[in-house]
Structures are given as C-alpha cells and as structure tokens.
Antibody
Framework: EVQLVQSGAEVKKPGESLKISCKGS????????IAWVRQMPGKGLEWMGI????????RYNPSFQGQVTISADKAITTAYLQWSSLRPSDTAMYFC??????????????WGQGTLVTVSS | DIVMTQSPDSLAVSLGERATINCKSS????????????LGWYQQKPGQSPKLLIS???TRESGVPDRFSGSGSGTDFTLTISSLQAEDVAVYYC????????FGQGTKVEIK
C-alpha cells in the first residue's frame, strides 16, 4: 500500500527557518514524482512544485520559485519542503502528493495527511 | 499559466438529485500526441486531504462510486454526481496537469 506520512504541525515565528517532511513507503520512491501543495486557511489548493527523487529533477510553480526549496533523500525515501525565512503569510496546511504515473504530467492519487504550519509572533 | 475556472462556486442539491460542476480552462489541455485530456477532479472533505476521483477527464479511480462521472474535452469539462448522497458533501476541485499544474478555485457542494 502506498503511504505518504508527513511530519507534525509546526508553530514558528517570522524570520525562522523550517523544513517539513513527507516519507513515502509501499512503492519505489525513486520512480514517482512528489509534489507539494499549499492550502491557506479557508482557501483552495495551490501547486507549489514537484520533484523526481530518482535524480532530484525539481520544477517550481513560478509563484513559489525562490520562496521555498523542495528536495528529496531517496536513501530514506523522504521528500522535503523548506523555508529559510518564514512570513505570517506562510501560515497554511501543506500537503505532499505522489504522481500516479512515471511522468510529471500525471494526476496525483496519493496524498499525505498534511502538515499545518503556523507563523506568528 | 493555465487558469482553471469552476462554476458555480457553491451549490445546494437535495439528496438523490443530480449535482453538476463545470470547469473551464484558459487553454486546451488535450494532447495532440495521445488525444488525452490532462484533467482531474478531486474531492476534499473538511479536515481531510484531497482525494482523486476522476483522471484524464473521464476515468474513474478505483473504488470511486459510479454516481461520479467526468466528461468534456479541450477546454470545457463537467463533473456530475448523478444522485447526491450525504457523504458527498465536500469541496470539489478540477486540476489540469497539461503543464505546470493548476487547480480551479473549488466548488462547495451542500445538501439542500
């Protein structure tokens, strides 16, 4: 069974750094794309970017380029989303999701449970 | 970016009645190489992760009840719930994955 298990909720202050994780299991982690999706409070879904753990090919939504860094460690089957300096506007639920096919142009049938990030002074 | 626009933003339907959600893309999401529409529909219930219902515009995912169906091609798509059940109360999103994926703004489905 494919599983994506995300790290727990975080409460941070503006300006702090953060790295959240998404651990995949039940499949060949290196062979499928993993995406990150933001959902701000009471709002819709926004595609942040995607990574292929096999070779770390990473593609960002231009709206998030430079604001976050997506990475993966295939040795421990874990993908990451990180910020160097958080802002209150980063307060949101963050989901990871795995592609259904081997290419980036695929639907995403597998989702993590979400990580709530709260940024407040 | 391809902009996805859903209509309506919300709808209230009686139990057992049909619910129809529309999704329009600003550019065609059908590939000329394989004739596939790069369009999916997701359901998100309160406090849960999104769930993929329909991929490639009309392919129902395994385990999804057959009251859910997807149709359309090119730039205009529809998700239909043929007989609304209480457990279908949720927000529904369309998503194109033809290029950098984008979602529609969501349609909230409630019971009338």
């Amino acid at each position: 069974e494919v599983q994506l298990v995300q790290s727990g909720a975080e409460v941070k202050k503006p300006g702090e750094s953060l790295k959240i994780s998404c651990k995949g299991s039940g499949y060949s982690f290196s062979s499928y794309w993993i995406a990150w999706v933001r959902q701000m409070p009471g709002k819709g879904l926004e595609w942040m970017g995607i990574i292929f753990p096999g070779d770390s090919d990473t593609r960002y939504n231009p709206s998030f380029q430079g604001q976050v860094t997506i990475s993966a460690d295939k040795a421990i089957t874990t993908a990451y989303l990180q910020w160097s300096s958080l802002r209150p506007s980063d307060t949101a639920m963050y989901f990871c999701a795995r592609s259904g096919g081997r290419g980036p142009q695929s639907p995403f049938p597998h989702w993590g449970q979400g990580t709530l990030v709260t940024v407040s002074s | 970016d391809i902009v996805m626009t859903q209509s309506p933003d919300s709808l209230a339907v009686s139990l057992g009645e049909r619910a129809t959600i529309n999704c329009k893309s600003s550019l065609s999401v059908i590939s000329s190489s394989n004739d596939k529409n790069y369009l999916g529909w997701y359901q998100q219930k309160p406090g849960q992760s999104p769930k993929l219902l329909i991929s490639w515009a009309s392919t129902r995912e395994s385990g999804v009840p057959d009251r859910f169906s997807g149709s359309g091609s090119g730039t205009d798509f529809t998700l239909t719930i043929s007989s609304l059940q209480a457990e279908d109360v949720a927000v529904y999103y369309c998503q194109q994955y033809y290029n950098t994926p984008t979602f529609g703004q969501g349609t909230k489905v409630e019971i009338k």
